[in-house]
């Protein structure tokens, strides 16, 4: 396991170096918006898909930021690569959407390329004279794959993927086996009526539960200075304990209730439950009192079912810890990514600017990911839905009161007299997120 020299305690952070007052014009002005698609953008490895997506040479998919559009295929020798959707002849779109084909060829001349993007041929050779056809191949963008998603960069000088990544964030999250997780229950995509960065910002704390998710303060562990935060070049993570608030004051039976109570929120937690049953029923008395022994808690009965019911499965658990088994760490990846992720399961969030260009506006995903054996999978495959009624999709309780609160919070951020927003210390992941954003805008003189 990599050194955790990068994880820190609350109390050692050192706030100084962060700013906790925010410029509310990053939030709905234009001139900001127009400087953040050259800045951040169109400078950054994003995340355009899964890799199962193309699982054959010759499938192929569009993948759009802004009105930028890019094809991303698996050509012949399996190997996927980008490219600018545009014929090098005249410039004309290539295709749209996603499918699987031998080659490209041009609607509007008849020009053809292959999935690796080299010129083929042209039609009428005759008419189009002699050309260097090596040369007028598609113009290539960098393409990767980590954690079983496909990211593209449309910076053609980008560093590798694995260096914006660095290793220690590969390697906590490779534990995981997020490349063997499929979408099942939820995956939605629709637009919001706020900026993608307000997005980031309501999963980057948990204080707003208080306000929003007060259901969840049955077993989530708000105790201040409790939460551990790891800082990873652009990225990071933020964990607390997932546990009912105040053992020491509150009875076993409570606690056992608020695992039960779970699956409202954490869906996939219901397939855990039988066998934690069974395991809190053999510690039950006589009397039918719970009496549990010293060392054993209802949180760590908790994670014992948690790690028997995936290994039962055949997920390889081996390289998690206890902890992992039960809480639900944070994890975020610049510039859009939002995850919460805990052994056999993963909920991520991703925001993307609207393709308008609007800074009012966004665009969500919103996937459920669960670890199934290979044979369940296609079985249970979530296809994505993409919301065309705004608000019709039912979301699960927290996300709809995210889902709400965010298109709230956009219309006070657009009240111009009110120049900056406060961040307070146990926001430090969003005052951090802001911190990244700043840094790529100044570098290209933005504000």
């Excluded at 998710?213 to 200075?225: I, K, S, Y």
């Excluded at 609207?354 to 296609?378: I, Q, Y």
């Amino acid at each position: 396991m990599a050194t955790a020299s990068a994880v820190k305690d609350f109390a050692d952070i050192d706030f100084d170096r962060l700013s906790y007052s925010i410029s509310t014009e990053r939030y709905w002005s234009q001139d900001y918006a127009d400087r953040e698609r050259e800045a951040v953008w169109m400078k950054v490895w994003q995340i355009a898909g899964r890799a199962d997506e193309l699982p054959q040479s010759g499938d192929w998919k569009e993948y759009r930021v802004y009105d930028q559009s890019f094809i991303i295929a698996r050509g012949q020798d399996g190997v996927l690569r980008g490219f600018v959707n545009a014929c090098r002849h005249r410039g004309n779109a290539l295709c749209s959407g996603k499918g699987h084909a031998a080659r490209f060829t041009c609607p509007y001349h008849l020009w053809t390329f292959g999935t690796d993007g080299r010129l083929l041929a042209v039609a009428r050779p005759d008419l189009v004279g002699p050309i260097d056809k090596a040369a007028h191949g598609l113009i290539e963008v960098p393409v990767d794959t980590f954690a079983g998603w496909i990211f593209i960069n449309p910076d053609r000088n980008a560093k590798p993927l694995a260096e914006c990544l660095g290793a220690e964030v590969a390697e906590r999250l490779d534990a995981y086996r997020l490349g063997e997780m499929v979408p099942v229950g939820m995956d939605v995509q629709e637009e919001l009526d706020c900026n993608w960065k307000v997005v980031i910002d309501a999963f980057s704390e948990g204080y707003h539960i208080i306000g929003v998710h007060p259901e969840l303060l049955a077993v989530m562990d708000l105790e201040p200075g409790r939460s551990r935060h790891g800082f990873f070049g652009d990225h990071g993570m933020a964990v607390s304990p997932f546990e009912v608030k105040r053992t020491h004051e509150t009875g076993l039976e409570a606690q056992v209730e608020g695992i039960r109570s779970l699956p409202q929120t954490f869906p996939t937690v219901a397939e855990v439950l039988p066998l934690f049953e069974t395991m809190i029923a053999g510690y039950r008395d006589a009397a039918g009192q719970l009496v549990l022994p010293e060392g054993v808690t209802v949180r760590t009965i908790m994670q014992a079912a948690t790690r028997q019911t995936l290994t039962a499965k055949g997920l390889d658990v081996s390289a998690l810890a206890d902890d992992q088994m039960s809480d639900s760490q944070g994890w975020f990846l610049f510039p859009n990514l939002f995850m919460t992720i805990r052994a056999g399961e993963a909920t991520t969030i991703m925001a993307f600017p609207h393709p308008s260009g609007d800074p009012n506006k966004c665009v969500w995903r919103c996937t459920a990911f669960m670890w199934l054996p290979e044979p369940l999978r296609a079985q249970y495959r979530a296809e994505l839905v993409e919301v065309k009624e705004r608000g019709s999709y039912p979301y699960f309780l927290a996300l709809q009161q995210d889902y709400d609160q965010m298109q709230r919070q956009q219309q006070g951020l657009r009240n111009r007299t009110m120049t900056h927003i406060s961040i307070i210390r146990e926001e430090t992941s969003v005052a951090r997120f802001h911190s990244v954003v700043d840094r790529y805008m100044n570098a290209q003189g933005g504000q």
